[in-house]
């Protein structure tokens, strides 16, 4: 899977990380690059330190929402009746 070492990378460590909740974490492997105050900072540097190499920019929420979508909604019965 794509990015499985940074995404566990991140799930190790995110509860040392209370301090920088709402930023965003560079993790290239095992290794944690920085923290940025926007995505498009750490996009930068990622695109700057690593080049084509994969990483992965992710903000830090020690609260992740979940989301919940199911394929068994009819798009029609969801629309407004005419």
Same mark, same amino acid.
Request: proline letters at 4%.
């Given at each position: 899977?794509?990015?499985e070492k940074?995404?566990?990378? $991140?799930? +190790? ?5 209370? !301090?920088?909740?709402? /930023? @965003?974490? &560079? ?8 923290? $940025?105050? +926007? ?5 930068? !540097?990622?695109?700057? /330190? @690593?080049? &084509? ?30």
């Amino acid at each position: 899977m794509a990015l499985e070492k940074e995404l566990e990378t $991140y799930q +190790s460590k995110i509860s040392e990380w209370s !301090e920088h909740e709402g /930023k @965003f974490v &560079l993790i290239h492997g095992k290794d944690i690059a920085g923290f $940025y105050t +926007s995505y498009a900072d750490a996009l930068k !540097e990622g695109y700057e /330190k @690593f080049k &084509l190499s994969p990483f992965l920019v992710k903000q830090i929420n020690t609260m992740e929402q979940v989301h919940f979508i199911s394929r068994l909604v009819d798009p029609c019965l969801t629309s407004p009746a005419k």
